[in-house]
């Protein structure tokens, strides 16, 4: 990978002798953005965090030749499986042969195990095979992926009683983040560095399609924030909703299509947002299709919202809430199209009983998201047991609970008509 931080004219590669021009591609200090560097100070793990293509696996291949050049002998290299670890993290387009020039190549030999010129010694473990970590004692390991280890605690844990010669053993975790209980423990652990890495602070050495067709697809989505930006999403252990339960939509909507509005109760900058949300009817379950949701409005402004929501949809009705409004709300969606079919629904029951039965079509896999509802996914996963979400009402949500209703729950059970 060469950073364009660098590039150099023709003129100037030219003038370089092929020794120089290898030395000059493999120095990587010169070449490394700084967060693919080691953490400077006093830490037993470096916990890099990056999204697909960000450059996490690069950083970890020279941190090992590093390793290897200083004689750290030996070495433990751990992927999920041996597959993934001999494919990704030694044989990979960044892996650890394709870092090291030729004199200083590592040689493999039979299925596990490194050899380097100078005499360094790595050996390729499975973290899927915590058991093969007993008897082993390493000085520093590179381990890839440890969100997505089986057992992982398991896994790490055997690799820290053997972790244990030289004088500072250390160990770098490479991974896309994911909210295990291992992350977790790692975050709190004050020998750990942790550092952040996006796939587009990496764009200049990506194919363009895969920016096109992957990036722009899910960027604003949980998981593209996951995958792409390298965030740790996290689930709230009362919640109704955990992000694994959220599906992304292959297909758009083959039934009916409502707007969903729950309407604030004044319209100043302070009010509660307008809950705005458009789903559709898709096999037995449905299809959430726009998050348009405004904060601080005046009555007519989400009126208009919700209207021009119904028209770019088709949708076939308008659900609002008139617990707060009553005729006045159906007046103010009417003076903007007095067309538009509104149905009005009262709140009976509490903000969590509501939404329990659409929490469980989520669980059953009854319903799919199309990108670009982080904001709407991030509230449903904070909607705690006292109705609140980050301790703010959940418009969104309760919007969502009105819409999901009408489209599936009113079909199932005609007797949850009025809740």
Same mark, same amino acid.
């Given at each position: 990978?060469?950073?364009?931080?660098?590039?150099?004219?023709?003129?100037?590669?030219?003038?370089?002798?092929?020794?120089?021009?290898?030395?000059?591609?493999?120095?990587?200090?010169?070449? %490394?953005?700084?967060?693919?560097?080691?953490?400077?100070?006093?830490?037993?793990?470096?916990?890099?965090?990056?999204?697909?293509?960000?450059?996490?696996?690069?950083?970890?291949?020279?941190?090992?030749?590093?390793?290897?050049?200083?004689?750290?002998?030996?070495?433990?290299?751990?992927?999920?499986?041996?597959?993934?670890?001999?494919?990704?993290?030694?044989?990979?387009?960044?892996?650890?042969?394709?870092?090291?020039?030729?004199?200083?190549?590592?040689?493999?030999?039979?299925?596990?195990?490194?050899?380097?010129?100078?005499?360094?010694?790595?050996?390729?473990?499975?973290?899927?095979?915590?058991?093969?970590?007993?008897?082993?004692?390493?000085?520093?390991?590179?381990?890839?992926?440890?969100?997505?280890?089986?057992?992982?605690? %398991?896994?790490?844990?055997?690799?820290?009683?053997?972790?244990?010669?030289?004088?500072?053993? =250390?160990?770098?975790?490479?991974?896309?983040?994911?909210?295990?209980?291992?992350?977790?423990?790692?975050?709190?652990?004050?020998?750990?560095?942790?550092?952040?890495?996006?796939?587009?602070?990496?764009?200049?050495?990506?194919?363009?399609?895969?920016?096109?067709?992957?990036?722009?697809?899910?960027?604003?989505?949980?998981?593209?924030?996951?995958?792409?930006?390298?965030?740790?999403?996290?689930?709230?252990?009362?919640?109704?909703?955990?992000?694994?339960?959220?599906?992304?939509?292959?297909?758009?909507?083959?039934?009916?299509?409502?707007?969903?509005?729950?309407?604030?109760?004044?319209?100043?900058? =302070?009010?509660? %947002? #307008?809950?705005?949300?458009?789903?559709?009817?898709?096999?037995?379950?449905?299809?959430?299709?726009?998050?348009?949701?405004?904060?601080?409005?005046?009555?007519?402004?989400?009126?208009?919202?919700?209207?021009?929501?119904?028209?770019?949809?088709?949708?076939?009705?308008?659900?609002?809430?008139?617990?707060?409004?009553?005729?006045?709300?159906?007046?103010?969606?009417?003076?903007?199209?007095?067309?538009?079919?509104?149905?009005?629904?009262?709140?009976?029951?509490?903000?969590?009983?509501?939404?329990?039965?659409? %929490?469980?079509?989520?669980?059953?896999?009854?319903?799919?998201?199309?990108?670009?509802?982080?904001?709407?996914?991030?509230?449903? #996963?904070?909607?705690?047991?006292?109705?609140?979400?980050?301790?703010?009402?959940?418009?969104?949500?309760?919007?969502?609970?009105?819409?999901?209703?009408?489209?599936?729950?009113?079909?199932?059970?005609?007797?949850?008509?009025?809740?």
């Amino acid at each position: 990978m060469i950073s364009s931080r660098h590039a150099s004219s023709q003129a100037q590669v030219d003038s370089l002798s092929d020794k120089e021009a290898e030395a000059a591609y493999f120095f990587w200090h010169y070449w %490394a953005f700084p967060k693919q560097l080691p953490p400077e100070g006093d830490w037993t793990t470096w916990l890099l965090m990056g999204g697909r293509g960000s450059g996490k696996t690069r950083a970890g291949a020279e941190w090992v030749r590093q390793l290897a050049q200083q004689k750290v002998s030996p070495i433990a290299l751990v992927g999920e499986t041996m597959a993934e670890a001999l494919d990704i993290m030694v044989r990979g387009e960044s892996g650890l042969i394709a870092v090291h020039p030729d004199h200083e190549r590592p040689l493999l030999k039979g299925n596990n195990k490194l050899y380097w010129p100078n005499g360094t010694e790595a050996t390729i473990l499975t973290a899927s095979d915590p058991e093969r970590f007993r008897g082993p004692q390493f000085a520093a390991a590179w381990c890839d992926e440890v969100g997505k280890w089986p057992n992982a605690e %398991a896994a790490w844990d055997m690799l820290q009683f053997g972790l244990r010669l030289g004088d500072n053993p =250390r160990q770098l975790a490479t991974t896309t983040p994911r909210a295990t209980p291992l992350l977790r423990r790692l975050l709190k652990d004050e020998r750990t560095r942790v550092v952040t890495m996006a796939t587009a602070e990496n764009r200049a050495h990506l194919a363009p399609n895969f920016l096109d067709a992957v990036v722009a697809r899910y960027r604003g989505t949980v998981l593209g924030r996951q995958e792409l930006d390298g965030e740790m999403i996290e689930d709230r252990l009362d919640a109704l909703w955990q992000r694994g339960m959220f599906r992304t939509a292959t297909g758009g909507a083959d039934g009916r299509i409502v707007v969903a509005v729950d309407p604030p109760v004044t319209g100043t900058a =302070r009010s509660d %947002a #307008c809950g705005v949300v458009v789903a559709g009817r898709q096999g037995q379950g449905a299809v959430v299709l726009e998050d348009a949701t405004l904060q601080g409005i005046k009555p007519d402004v989400w009126a208009r919202r919700a209207v021009a929501a119904y028209r770019a949809h088709e949708a076939d009705c308008i659900v609002v809430e008139v617990n707060q409004g009553g005729d006045l709300v159906r007046q103010v969606l009417a003076q903007v199209d007095a067309s538009v079919p509104v149905r009005t629904v009262r709140a009976s029951r509490g903000k969590w009983v509501r939404a329990e039965p659409v %929490a469980a079509l989520y669980a059953r896999g009854l319903v799919a998201h199309v990108p670009g509802l982080a904001a709407l996914e991030d509230e449903l #996963c904070s909607f705690g047991p006292d109705g609140k979400a980050d301790g703010h009402s959940p418009d969104r949500v309760d919007a969502l609970v009105w819409a999901l209703t009408e489209l599936v729950l009113n079909e199932m059970r005609p007797r949850v008509r009025g809740v």
